[in-house]
């Protein structure tokens, strides 16, 4: 198991806006190695706005992104993904008309053998591989999930970023799904997780942002989000 | 994940270069060639006149060297950068349209057999 050590991801006094509309005020996060960080949040908090700011696929109105201690405010997505920096979109992100083996293939990380992903996928996954010649329009939900969680290991990442992975799963599957994700992170992978529905992912999140309309409200440890800060956030509640 | 992999990471982040919004040069780029292309078609025509008006050998090869044979080179360069560039954006967009295609279709049919296995 590996520990939790240096910064990968920091986000500094991150602002950015859609046009006229700010969306994000001052937001500072880091996700340290092999840590999984809960980013949570009622919808239009500014979640997905900061995946995008993290992952490149927009750029900060203020504020500066910095990898592994170097500021890469600017640089291309392309180039993020391709050093090992992925992202799994809200929805899945998988070819639903290419098998299972082919989706694994098209995410191969350039010089890691196909066998070998496969071997990774399916070890990790091993429904996977009772469906590997399956299309992976007609998966479960949660497998269509570990095959999206699996794409992405297979780029061999350094830092994961998962956008509302429980979205239309059954408590249960979500469960198996999340224990996955505390595995890839004790092998040092650093795990950001954005969710709506804070419960789930606190069980496995070594620290928690909770934010709402743009701002951070609260940043520390997961085991210290309470009720009243959860309640503040969603609803507005004092 | 290993050390080495940490190690390989963080030196290929602290190599990489940051340019500036690529989609900029794209457009920059599209219109150089489209220029070229222009001005190489222009040079091509332009070089075949002056070589036909002309009964002087040695004028008709100059006319014919830098008109035509330029004007060649440019129509080329100028083509490929305007198919690289103009081509690339439409693939780009045509693969995501695709995908969304392909998706809904997928949807559509799984739904339509759990519909009948009801």
């Known amino acids: ?238 | 994940m290993n050390e080495e992999r940490i190690t390989q990471f963080t030196e290929e982040v602290a190599e990489l270069k940051l340019r500036g919004a690529k989609g900029d040069n794209e457009r920059w780029l599209l219109l150089i060639g489209s220029i070229m292309l222009v001005v190489g078609v222009g040079l091509g025509v332009g070089g075949g006149v002056m070589a036909s008006g002309t009964t002087n050998t040695a004028d008709q090869v100059a006319a014919i060297a830098t008109g035509s044979l330029v004007g060649l080179v440019l129509v080329i360069a100028g083509t490929a950068l305007f198919l690289r560039y103009s081509m690339g954006r439409f693939i780009r967009f045509w693969m995501v349209r695709f995908v969304h295609e392909q998706r809904s279709e997928t949807d559509r049919l799984i739904a339509a057999i759990e519909k009948s296995q009801k």
Do not use: W
């Not at chain 1, 979109?89 to 191969?108: D, H, K, Q, S, Y």
């Not at chain 1, 297979?154 to 469960?175: K, N, R, Y």
């Not at chain 1, 701002?215 to 520390?220: D, E, I, M, T």
């Open chain 1, 1 to 238: 198991m590996s520990a939790i050590g240096e910064p990968i991801l920091e986000l500094k006094n991150i602002s950015a806006s859609y046009d006229a509309i700010s969306v994000l005020h001052d937001v500072n996060i880091t996700v340290r190695r092999g840590e999984v960080m809960a980013l949570l949040g009622p919808n239009g908090a500014g979640k997905s706005t900061v995946l995008k700011i993290a992952s490149a696929l927009m750029r900060p109105t203020q504020g500066s992104v910095n990898i592994a201690g170097h500021d890469l405010t600017g640089a291309a997505a392309s180039e993020l993904a391709r050093l090992g920096v992925c992202t799994i979109p809200e929805g899945r992100g998988i070819f639903p008309n290419l098998t299972v083996r082919e989706n694994l293939e098209m995410a191969a990380r350039k010089g890691l053998a196909v066998s070998v992903i496969q071997e990774r996928a399916f070890a990790r996954f091993p429904i996977l591989a009772e469906r590997r010649t399956q299309l992976a329009g007609t998966l479960s939900g949660g497998q269509q999930q570990m095959l999206s969680l699996a794409r992405g290991l297979a780029t061999d990442p350094v830092l994961l970023m998962l956008d509302e992975m429980s979205m239309g799963l059954a408590p249960i599957v979500v469960g198996d799904l999340y224990e996955q994700v505390q595995a890839i992170a004790a092998e040092g992978v650093s795990v950001l997780v954005i969710e709506q529905f804070a419960r789930t992912v606190l069980g496995i999140a070594d620290t928690a942002v909770v934010m709402s309309h743009g701002h951070v409200r609260f940043s520390g440890n997961a085991r210290d989000v309470d009720e009243a800060t959860l309640s503040s956030a969603y609803l507005g509640t004092k």
